[in-house]
């Protein structure tokens, strides 16, 4: 099978061994978008047109999410910062 790189629009073989839904042809492409991605958040926060709340009020479902979770791309609120809890270094709660 082979697809398209959201990137480059190269086209490339996908890998066969599983995991994530494979969009980019290499790992350059891959950090070139998302690095594209992060300096379009913040012209769009300098700019008005997007809040830092609005950015950590929103999360994408995980694909690594438990089986029974809905998978997709609707918008679910995080917990507020007091109900989560940090890790130090080696996974320990702080």
Do not use: Y
Request: charged share 25%.
């Amino acid at each position: 099978m082979s697809a398209l790189c959201l990137r480059c629009g190269e086209p490339f073989k996908l890998r066969l061994t599983g995991g994530s839904a494979q969009r980019f042809c290499c790992d350059a492409c891959r950090a070139a978008f998302h690095a594209a991605a992060r300096l379009w958040a913040l012209a769009e926060i300098e700019g008005g047109r997007l809040t830092v709340d609005q950015l950590k009020n929103t999360v994408r479902h995980s694909v690594h999410a438990a089986p029974d979770s809905q998978v997709g791309s609707e918008a679910i609120p995080v917990a507020p910062p007091e109900t989560r809890t940090r890790r130090k270094k080696g996974g320990e709660d702080n």
